[in-house]
């Protein structure tokens, strides 16, 4: 059983178009989080909900906004993709002891 | 969070322990020591944490110095597999505290 899953795994789209990347974990967790990891190979965080509430967002631009239909699911919409948000999108769930962060297989987004 | 210092890469033999060193001078008392690697195209992986005791698991050891101002993540038998960037963060376990990725160590474990 995937743990935390990820769809889709490559998104290919024009600039100025809007698209969603789906997350979802079976753990039980009540924390899940957004990471970009840019061409540089360098891993930030974006945002993180606990129990379907925002803690953390990292200034991302409001282009961005993550969804949390329930707190087994953490969604990413993105607007009027550009260049820049070209990278690899990672979600991830943690317990509460907040100790360990169990991540998804990514979605490589790819802006034309 | 206190800042973390990595060397950007080592290599070791097959079957042989490999040491990744990291330092955090600035560490809190209230900030533990965590391991996470990367493999190729991969998620991030967990692999262990520590406060001031050393640590061991199944897949790794971590040892941390009495001052608490450097560790040392132990694979005591590198494969191939163990190939990755491996990350040492420092961080409070609570919800609002990010977990934030240096540059990381790329180990290569040669055959």
């Known amino acids: 059983d995937t743990a935390v899953s990820q769809t889709p795994k490559y998104l290919v789209t024009q600039m100025g178009n809007d698209k969603s990347i789906k997350c979802e974990q079976n753990l039980g967790h009540d924390t899940m989080y957004w990471y970009k990891q840019d061409s540089k190979k360098f891993l930030k965080i974006m945002f993180s909900?606990?129990?379907?509430?925002?803690?953390i967002n990292e200034t991302v631009p409001n282009r961005f906004s993550p969804k949390s239909p329930d707190k087994a699911h953490l969604n990413l919409h993105i607007n009027s993709l550009e260049l820049g948000d070209s990278a690899v999108y990672f979600c991830?769930?943690?317990?509460?002891?907040?100790?360990?962060?169990?991540f998804g297989p990514g979605t490589r987004l790819t802006v034309l | 969070d206190a800042k973390t210092t990595q060397p950007p890469s080592m290599d070791c033999a097959e079957g042989r322990a490999a040491n990744l060193p990291c330092n955090h001078s600035t560490i809190s008392g209230n900030e533990y020591v965590y391991w996470y690697r990367q493999i190729h195209s991969q998620g991030p992986q967990y692999i262990i944490h520590g406060l001031k005791n050393n640590e061991t698991n199944e897949m790794a050891s971590l040892i941390i110095t009495e001052d608490r101002k450097s560790s040392t993540l132990i694979l005591p038998h590198a494969t191939l597999r163990d190939t990755a960037v491996y990350y040492c963060i420092v961080r409070v376990p609570d919800s609002s505290y990010k977990l934030i990725f240096g540059s990381g160590t790329r180990l290569l474990v040669r055959p």
């Open positions: 991830a769930s943690s317990p509460e002891t907040y100790n360990e962060q169990f």
């Open positions: 909900y606990n129990n379907k509430e925002l803690i």
